[in-house]
């Protein structure tokens, strides 16, 4: 393993070692019809093409199946400019009655943080990454727990979604999650084999272009950036093709179910899931909490997994469609 990377990007997925905390199981997930709902009008229009997607960089956790670097081709398709916000995963919940995993759970890891002394204290922690405290109450309208609320942040990425409750919105408003490849595909925004998707400096000229942990993980942030938790979603310069965030801020979800080699290095990526590889699925970007001390996955060629029902306060979601909106 590089000394610049720990496989903890991500809480463990759920239940987890909690012994102090009671968890019941969900009940099953209902199913919407898609209808059209929701906001096209970020969507952003990506031609098909080949592109080398993975990498070889030295920094990479040899673990996380980032490479070899092969040549893959996409068919055209659509995919938000950015994460699904709170603002728009309120009005799927007010039109179906939707309740999230996390509030059926009754509980979602919050950075220790950002939770109340009191919830700190009572909160059971994973041994591995004792940040991370399983907050009964989190969910994704009161993000650190009871008590906390969505004020001034309605056009920031809803958190506390797990990957089921991502895929029930899209159900609903007519979307999808997208493919492993789409998303590096469209997050590279044309750029070949660089790092980050503006280049291969993390700031270039001095200027953030992304939002994660600056200072010492876990114990002080400078917030460098602008931003202690997350940002709005469309914070910072977009990609060249229009997409804001693909580099931290949260991590996101994607069709894809986990695999670290890779089995669709040519031809059209645009099956959704692949049924023969793993339970957990795909995650992309990094988040506002990795730190190159420990985790560099907001490289673009990054990835990490977590399971279906699994929720946090930073991981969310953004959409594609296969068949690109509009005329």
Not at 94 to 122: D, N, P, Q
């Amino acid at each position: 393993m590089s000394p610049h990377m720990s496989p903890h990007c991500c809480p463990p997925g759920r239940p987890g070692d909690h012994p102090a905390v009671s968890f019941s199981a969900p009940v099953p997930v209902t199913a919407f019809e898609g209808n059209g709902h929701g906001d096209r009008a970020s969507a952003i229009r990506i031609p098909g093409g080949t592109f080398l997607m993975g990498s070889d960089d030295p920094d990479a956790n040899p673990d996380d199946g980032e490479g070899p670097v092969r040549a893959v081709t996409v068919a055209p398709f659509a995919i938000d400019a950015h994460c699904v916000t709170n603002e728009r995963f309120a009005a799927f919940v007010e039109a179906t009655g939707y309740r999230t995993e996390a509030e059926r759970f009754g509980w979602s890891y919050v950075f220790a943080t950002f939770a109340s002394g009191e919830l700190r204290r009572i909160s059971a922690r994973p041994k591995s990454t004792p940040w991370w405290c399983g907050v009964q109450g989190a969910y994704w309208a009161a993000p650190e727990g009871p008590g906390s609320d969505l004020s001034g942040r309605s056009d920031h990425p809803v958190v506390h979604v797990s990957w089921t409750d991502a895929s029930a919105f899209c159900q609903w408003e007519g979307s999808r999650l997208p493919t492993e490849p789409e998303w590096e595909y469209a997050a590279r925004g044309g750029l070949e084999g660089k790092r980050f998707p503006w280049g291969d400096e993390l700031t270039p000229g001095g200027e953030h272009r992304c939002n994660i942990w600056q200072g010492r993980f876990p114990s002080h942030n400078t917030a460098e950036d602008g931003y202690l938790g997350t940002a709005p979603a469309t914070a910072y310069q977009p990609n060249g093709y229009g997409l804001y965030n693909v580099a931290g801020n949260v991590w996101e979800w994607c069709a894809d179910r986990w695999a670290t080699t890779p089995s669709r290095a040519e031809g059209s990526c645009t099956t959704p899931a692949d049924p023969r590889q793993g339970a957990e699925r795909v995650l992309r970007g990094g988040s506002y909490l990795c730190h190159d001390s420990y985790c560099n996955r907001y490289r673009v060629a990054a990835r990490t997994s977590n399971s279906p029902d699994s929720s946090s306060g930073n991981t969310g979601f953004r959409v594609a469609w296969t068949t690109p909106p509009g005329p």
